[in-house]
């Protein structure tokens, strides 16, 4: 049941990015051009983690995250308000190992967890009537864990539902009418709290900053 209410969250994401960007294409579709293009790009993830002191039963102790890098595929739908200026909502799921090192009691297999962020940003595109056309974008993403392993410890609770900065950069080559390969470079700050329980009764709290770098290359079709 925790799985489905998280796939509705980000079915309302979706659905909300959407509704955010169709009304203002309208007029640039009706003159022929169509808004609407998708990509499908291999993508690897590349965290850039940080964490805050481990605190046990409130007392600081030793010891931070790491964040195993991930790789997988992506999906982004992408509205265009006008040839330049475009909304795009990219989605991807990907797992990531993850472990404490460093604390009092050695390091510590903290299992993996499940990331399914969508990322919703509004770009500028260069040059959108030539073959080559590079993008800059900027937007948010919305950590969702539909999943998580407790490795070695106990137990483990990572809180989703964080919302973190995005920026993008990026181009698309188009080697036929509708399509074009892509390259995507993005960068999201966000962090996600943990809960875990290393022993019976002693808890581990922590935040770890993830901050991934998240490159893709892919094909994109343009309708």
């Known amino acids: 049941m925790q799985l489905l209410e998280k796939v509705k969250k980000v079915g309302l994401v979706s659905l909300c ?20 293009m998708v990509r499908v ?12 002191t481990f605190t046990l039963g409130g007392a600081a102790i030793s010891g931070e995250a790491e964040v195993d890098d991930a790789y997988t595929l992506d999906l982004d739908i992408s509205y265009f ?24 009691l050695g390091n510590i297999d903290l299992g993996s967890l ?9 770009q500028y595109h260069f040059m959108p009537t030539q073959a080559f056309r590079p993008y800059v974008g900027a937007g948010i ?4 864990i539909p999943n998580e392993d407790a ?28 399509w074009c390969l892509n390259f995507d ?15 019976p009764g002693a808890y581990v709290d922590t935040t770890v900053d993830v901050d991934p ?7 994109g079709y343009r309708f």
């Open 213 to 219: 770098l998240l490159v893709g290359i892919g094909i």
């Open 185 to 199: 470079v993005k960068k999201v700050w966000v962090d996600v709290d943990a809960r875990i329980q290393v022993l």
């Open 141 to 144: 993403s919305y950590v969702l």
């Open 81 to 104: 308000f006008t040839p330049n200026i475009a909304a795009e909502l990219t989605l991807a799921y990907a797992q990531h190992d993850v472990k404490a090192e460093n604390t009092p």
């Open 114 to 122: 499940d990331l399914l962020p969508p990322t919703l940003t509004v």
């Open 151 to 178: 490795g070695s410890a106990v137990s483990i609770d990572y809180d989703d539902g964080q919302v973190g900065f995005a920026l993008q950069i990026g181009f698309d080559y188009f080697f036929s009418k509708n």
């Open 17 to 36: 990015g959407l509704m955010f960007v169709a009304p203002s294409g309208l007029c640039w579709a009706a003159d022929g051009e169509s808004p609407w």
């Open 41 to 52: 790009r291999a993508l690897g993830i590349f965290p850039d983690e940080s964490s805050s």
